[in-house]
């Protein structure tokens, strides 16, 4: 009985706790209660046989895994998982010089905002940039090799959630940070926030043809946390909106004495005049980059009044609108670039904060949408049919209303507690207007257990009709933040790694592969191939080499295998180590060959029928 009671008790405070933090009961009701037709026509939607392909990549946040999740929809299956600021044993990514070096030491990043690389608003499908929020680091991903190309350490910076995002033509990878800090990575007492800490957005250029990044200036801007934010296009372009809260400056429990007042702040960047100015000379060097304070810049710089607390603005397709959502207060805004340029030429301003003229949020405002029980809006995408579609973290579901007029079209739950939403090409110049993905919080029972740790979740809408239609959810590891949802046909994966002829260490021919000795260290040019390793083409055991303890050993391995899906592995038996080497790439991992005996190497990767003989030795003679 005391069993009963207890469990009774405890399901029923389980079920207390619902309610009080997701208020979502009743929604597995709904769900068990959807129609049969309505079912089959959601599988029906999902359903990618075999032999044909999804119609979208879909480009996911990894959060605190560092790394970049790839989906294919409307299957939702997982295709790829993109090594970006953590260790990956399984490509090696992290273990090799080249990506060892790249991350600079750091062993994992919290990964949030993916944003692919634009062409007149629009994805072009070349490039993925990437934020580590806990590290200051910016990332870029090829998305023809599937492959972080560049990593880029931000000085100045106190974590640059609000990123990344990209200006209409990449000129720009804008990053703004979370926390102020003092400048110059100074000392200064928390009792000195207002006056020495700053907060600072970099803006970073990025090299197509190198494929590297660049530190281009920084913007020094008040201690207001900066959240997510947007780039302004078309008639907008040149502006990047930004939302900012903690405009209490608070230092302790910001979860009370950041949410004091009843209003946050807009801030509108003019880059351009910016960009013009720091050419001009007019940027002091901090930490050896560029830093310009827009207050020393006429026009450069205006804050907005906003709904408190706010977590996202997002540009409208024709570039005339933002929409801002508070988390703090239910309803989403409408502003007009238009009426604040306006406002700007009339210096209708109301306030001064920090030096920066404060617009009237009346002659900028739009339009307030506020349905009625929806709470916790958080972000806004677009379809091509002039609708806005909003995330409601707390009431756990997806709004759908008219941009033009703030009429809501539908309401559908979400299976819980979405943050971002993803629309088909949502966040650019044309959105397709047929699926939204919501990258969910909380699953709790939508899947079979697997302990304490529960899968985050993303849930696929069709949103081609009137109303949406929950197609299915998916399990997902942690951290589902933003995405991005791309046309298949714009991504160009190639098949095999460019055969690069003039790199010193690659070996091409199985009977080029040579030991090249310069006193401790041991240069290996080798080979991988079906089904066998070539270390030394002159040694009677081609596949096996030795040191001397203490050697520093160069593995320089070519996969000379010019065929898809040829990739080979290798392992070194007790040394920690594994890397993998793709069709015409060549590979260069070093070590310390501190530990004496016989340690087998082998492919790890599955190429050949004749794969577990894809092996050799690794000897290393006693001191
Ligand atoms: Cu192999």
């Not at 009339?346 to 030096?355: I, L």
């Not at 592995?569 to 310390?592: A, H, K, R, W």
Request: proline share 6%; glycine share 8%.
């Amino acid at each position: 009985m005391n069993k009963l009671l207890t469990a009774l008790l405890g399901l029923s405070s389980g079920l207390l706790v619902s309610v009080l933090f997701f208020s979502d009961v009743g929604r597995q009701n709904a769900r068990a209660s959807t129609p049969d037709g309505e079912l089959a026509s959601a599988a029906q939607k999902v359903y990618v046989p075999h032999g044909k392909k999804d119609e979208y990549y879909l480009f996911s946040s990894g959060g605190h895994s560092g790394q970049l999740f790839v989906y294919g929809v409307p299957s939702m299956r997982q295709i790829r998982i993109v090594p970006v600021f953590s260790q990956d044993a399984a490509t090696g990514y992290g273990f090799d010089d080249a990506s060892k070096k790249m991350m600079g030491g750091y062993t994992w990043g919290d990964f949030h905002h993916p944003a692919i690389s634009e062409t007149a608003g629009d994805y072009d499908g070349q490039f993925l940039f990437a934020n580590d929020v806990a590290n200051n680091r910016i990332a870029a991903v090829d998305l023809s090799l599937f492959h972080t190309t560049d990593i880029l350490k931000m000085p100045n910076m106190g974590g640059p959630h609000a990123a990344v995002f990209v200006t209409p033509n990449t000129e720009y990878i804008v990053a703004p940070t979370r926390f102020a800090r003092p400048l110059g990575d100074e000392y200064a007492p928390l009792d000195k926030y207002k006056e020495k800490y700053k907060g600072v957005v970099t803006m970073i250029q990025f090299d197509r043809a190198k494929k590297k990044l660049n530190l281009a200036y920084q913007i020094v801007l008040p201690p207001w946390s900066y959240d997510l934010s947007d780039a302004g296009k078309k008639m907008s372009d040149g502006w990047v909106v930004m939302t900012t809260y903690n405009t209490e400056f608070a230092t302790t429990n910001l979860e009370i004495n950041a949410s004091q007042k009843d209003r946050d702040y807009i801030v509108m960047v003019n880059w351009k005049k910016l960009e013009q100015e720091v050419a001009a000379g007019k940027a002091n060097t901090v930490n050896g980059v560029k830093m310009i304070d827009p207050r020393d810049v006429e026009g450069a710089i205006y804050a907005i009044p906003v709904a408190k607390s706010p977590h996202g603005v997002d540009v409208t397709p024709d570039g005339t609108r933002f929409v801002a959502s508070g988390k703090l207060a239910p309803l989403m805004t409408v502003f007009s670039f238009q009426k604040a340029f306006d406002a700007i030429a009339k210096k209708d301003f109301v306030a001064n904060e920090f030096g920066i003229p404060v617009l009237k949020y009346e002659s900028v405002m739009e339009r307030e949408v506020d349905p009625p029980g929806a709470l916790g809006p958080l972000h806004t995408q677009f379809d091509d049919r002039g609708n806005a579609f909003n995330t409601m973290f707390i009431s756990s579901e997806v709004v759908k209303w008219k941009l033009d007029t703030g009429e809501v079209i539908d309401r559908q739950p979400v299976f819980y507690s979405p943050g971002h939403a993803t629309a088909a090409e949502g966040d650019t110049a044309a959105p397709d207007g047929t699926y939204l993905i919501t990258g969910n919080k909380i699953a709790k029972d939508s899947f079979l257990g697997v302990g304490p740790s529960h899968p985050e979740s993303l849930d696929l809408f069709d949103i081609s009709g009137d109303k949406m239609q929950h197609l299915m959810s998916v399990p997902i590891p942690p951290e589902p933040h933003y995405s991005q949802m791309v046309k298949a046909d714009k991504i160009k994966p190639k098949l095999i790694y460019d055969k690069d002829e003039t790199r010193p260490d690659s070996v091409w021919k199985a009977d080029d592969a040579r030991i090249e000795r310069k006193g401790s260290e041991v240069h290996v040019y080798g080979v991988a191939m079906r089904s066998k390793f070539i270390f030394d083409a002159k040694a009677e055991r081609k596949d096996s080499f030795t040191v001397n303890q203490g050697d520093r050993v160069f593995l320089h391995i070519t996969n000379i295998d010019l065929d898809q899906d040829i990739t080979h592995g290798l392992e070194v038996m007790d040394y920690n180590l594994n890397f993998e080497i793709q069709p015409g790439q060549t590979s260069t991992l070093s070590f310390t060959a501190d530990k004496s005996g016989v340690f087998p190497i082998y492919c790890t990767n599955f190429c050949s029928a004749l794969h577990q003989e894809m092996s050799g030795h690794l000897l290393v003679q006693p001191k």
